[in-house]
């Protein structure tokens, strides 16, 4: 079968992008021609790669959020002609649209009886108006795919009929642990207002004479940084929070860590989640909408109440002072990534793109 996958921007950093290249590399070890379609080309080359799976670009402009909305608009006008004339989109048996845009581009070129939305944000991210267009769009399209079961319900209650739930894959390749006795906890994730980092930063800031030699090592970058370290600076946490940017190594600082820690806003499904865990780190969380309550249903850590940066502390304290309940939720986690092992994911997709095939 060919598959092609449709993107924004393939050299973004960032989960969707991650998650993309896992499953095109999955689909193509079980034997599918498969390929990558990046709209724009923000940067020189992709973060990520998939194996053998070859990556085009509809054009090599960049695209920003910081520009208006109708600049924006006018550049995916432009691409909807290279779109129609790609022989990759043309010539594939199925496209999966990754968000919004990607699925924007596939419609207005016509490619509507062939694509899948794959979504990866949260039902209830968008504006109002954003979610109608989306929902206009997204029931014209062949299927649509979401992170949750939950959001799942929210389109069936749309009307839209054919919606799949298939959930992250894990994306790292684990390294030993050995972060029993480590003193660092860590957190992952772009430096953004979604992340919620300026509340865990408030949440440390009531803990931070208990903590002990206990401290918080951030990887990520993002427009945020500078508003972030002020704030840490500002609060007297430079020596307990850590901002440390990007890393190629991130499997060793999973393995190197005592726990994870995530205090977003909002995500879809968090992948950063799901590395941790598949690296052996007990997880600590905010129940944000959506996917840390899902992943921690059975054990593997702890979710507090959404922004209550008081509830966090406290956990991050209770997971410092008990090393035993670190170690019980470490004993939980095989279970807890069992269901989003490569294989598994691989095997949904599969059968989606079947079933559809034969419709």
Same mark, same amino acid.
Request: with cysteine; net charge neutral.
């Given at each position: 079968?060919?598959?092609?996958?449709?993107?924004?921007?393939?050299?973004?950093?960032?989960?969707?992008?991650?998650?993309?290249?896992?499953?095109?590399?999955?689909?193509?070890?079980?034997?599918?021609?498969?390929?990558?379609?990046?709209?724009?080309?923000?940067?020189?080359?992709?973060?990520?790669?998939?194996?053998?799976?070859?990556?085009?670009?509809?054009?090599?402009?960049?695209?920003?959020?910081?520009?208006?909305? $109708? !600049? *924006?608009? +006018?550049?995916?006008?432009? %691409?909807?002609?290279?779109?129609? /004339?790609?022989?990759? #989109?043309? =010539?594939?048996?199925?496209?999966?649209?990754?968000?919004?845009?990607?699925?924007?581009?596939?419609?207005?070129?016509?490619?509507?009886?062939?694509?899948?939305?794959?979504?990866?944000?949260?039902?209830?991210?968008?504006?109002?108006?954003?979610?109608?267009?989306?929902?206009? $769009? !997204? *029931?014209? +399209?062949?299927?649509?795919? %979401?992170?949750?079961?939950?959001? /799942?319900?929210?389109? #069936?209650? =749309?009307?839209?009929?054919?919606?799949?739930?298939?959930?992250?894959?894990?994306?790292?390749?684990?390294?030993?642990?050995?972060?029993?006795?480590?003193?660092?906890?860590?957190?992952?994730?772009?430096?953004?207002?979604?992340?919620?980092?300026?509340?865990?930063?408030?949440?440390?800031?009531?803990?931070?004479?208990?903590?002990?030699?206990?401290?918080?090592?951030?990887?990520?970058?993002?427009?945020?940084?500078?508003?972030?370290?002020?704030?840490?600076?500002?609060?007297?946490?430079?020596?307990?929070?850590?901002?440390?940017?990007?890393?190629?190594?991130?499997?060793?600082?999973?393995?190197?860590?005592?726990?994870?820690?995530?205090?977003?806003?909002?995500?879809?499904?968090?992948?950063?989640?799901?590395?941790?865990?598949?690296?052996?780190?007990?997880?600590?969380?905010?129940?944000?909408?959506?996917?840390?309550?899902?992943?921690?249903?059975?054990?593997?850590?702890?979710?507090?109440?959404?922004?209550?940066?008081?509830?966090?502390?406290?956990?991050?304290?209770?997971?410092?002072?008990?090393?035993?309940?670190?170690?019980?939720?470490?004993?939980?986690?095989?279970?807890?990534?069992?269901?989003?092992?490569?294989?598994?994911?691989?095997?949904?997709?599969?059968?989606?793109?079947?079933?559809?095939?034969?419709?």
């Amino acid at each position: 079968m060919k598959i092609a996958f449709l993107i924004q921007d393939i050299t973004t950093q960032g989960g969707t992008e991650r998650t993309t290249c896992c499953v095109a590399a999955e689909l193509r070890r079980r034997g599918h021609d498969v390929s990558i379609v990046s709209v724009f080309h923000n940067e020189q080359q992709p973060h990520y790669t998939a194996e053998e799976v070859p990556i085009y670009y509809l054009t090599n402009a960049t695209y920003t959020a910081k520009k208006s909305a $109708l !600049y *924006r608009l +006018m550049q995916v006008i432009m %691409t909807i002609g290279k779109a129609r /004339k790609c022989p990759v #989109l043309e =010539e594939a048996d199925a496209i999966i649209c990754q968000k919004v845009l990607a699925s924007t581009v596939a419609y207005l070129a016509g490619y509507k009886n062939k694509s899948i939305a794959a979504e990866h944000f949260a039902y209830g991210m968008y504006t109002p108006w954003l979610r109608k267009m989306r929902h206009r $769009l !997204y *029931r014209r +399209m062949r299927a649509v795919v %979401t992170l949750t079961d939950k959001d /799942k319900q929210c389109y #069936l209650q =749309e009307h839209l009929n054919e919606v799949y739930t298939i959930p992250n894959m894990v994306s790292v390749s684990p390294l030993p642990y050995q972060g029993e006795n480590s003193h660092r906890i860590v957190s992952v994730g772009r430096l953004s207002r979604q992340k919620g980092y300026d509340l865990l930063l408030q949440a440390v800031m009531d803990i931070a004479d208990e903590m002990g030699d206990f401290y918080i090592n951030i990887y990520g970058e993002g427009e945020e940084r500078e508003a972030l370290e002020k704030q840490c600076e500002q609060l007297g946490l430079t020596d307990k929070v850590h901002f440390c940017g990007y890393t190629c190594a991130i499997e060793q600082v999973y393995a190197d860590s005592a726990f994870y820690v995530m205090s977003s806003r909002f995500e879809g499904f968090p992948m950063v989640l799901l590395e941790a865990a598949a690296c052996g780190l007990p997880i600590l969380s905010f129940d944000c909408p959506q996917g840390p309550a899902i992943l921690l249903k059975d054990g593997g850590g702890i979710v507090v109440e959404a922004d209550d940066t008081h509830a966090l502390g406290q956990a991050i304290l209770q997971m410092i002072q008990d090393p035993a309940l670190r170690a019980q939720y470490r004993n939980q986690l095989e279970h807890v990534v069992a269901p989003y092992r490569p294989s598994v994911i691989g095997e949904q997709w599969e059968v989606l793109l079947q079933r559809l095939k034969r419709k």
